[in-house]
Nanobody, 116 residues
Framework: QVQLVESGGGLVQAGGSLRLSCAAS????????FAWYRQFAGKQRETIAT????????NYDDSVRGRFTISRDNAKNTLYLQMNSLKPEDTAVYYC?????????WGQGTQVTVSS
């Protein structure tokens, strides 16, 4: 069974940094993780950063541009999200998403909590 597994979340003080990772498991490398979403309590999931499978073009939501950096290690088939200058309003559950043959795969989510 294909899974995307996120790691790196936790509790950090405002102004601090975290790096999230997302790796495919389950014996397949065909699933390519390409985006990070986050979900605030009681809200819908929203896209915050994407990276194209070919070329590595990145895009960011205005709320994180200049503070967060999405990257991918193709050799490891792992997606990263470097989060700097974190704010309490970044507190959310962060998810990665990948796809294979047009089918989306989601990670289980990792909690990021930023204290003031």
């Amino acid at each position: 069974q294909v899974q995307l597994v996120e790691s790196g979340g936790g509790l950090v003080q405002a102004g601090g940094s975290l790096r999230l990772s997302c790796a495919a498991s389950g014996g397949t490398t065909s699933v390519k993780p390409f985006a990070w979403y986050r979900q605030f309590a009681g809200k819908q999931r929203e896209t915050i950063a994407t990276i194209s499978i070919i070329g590595g073009t990145t895009n960011y939501d205005d709320s994180v541009r200049g503070r967060f950096t999405i990257s991918r290690d193709n050799a490891k088939n792992t997606l990263y999200l470097q989060m700097n200058s974190l704010k309490p309003e970044d507190t959310a559950v962060y998810y990665c998403v990948g796809s294979s043959a047009g089918i989306p795969y989601w990670g289980q989510g990792t909690q990021v909590t930023v204290s003031s």
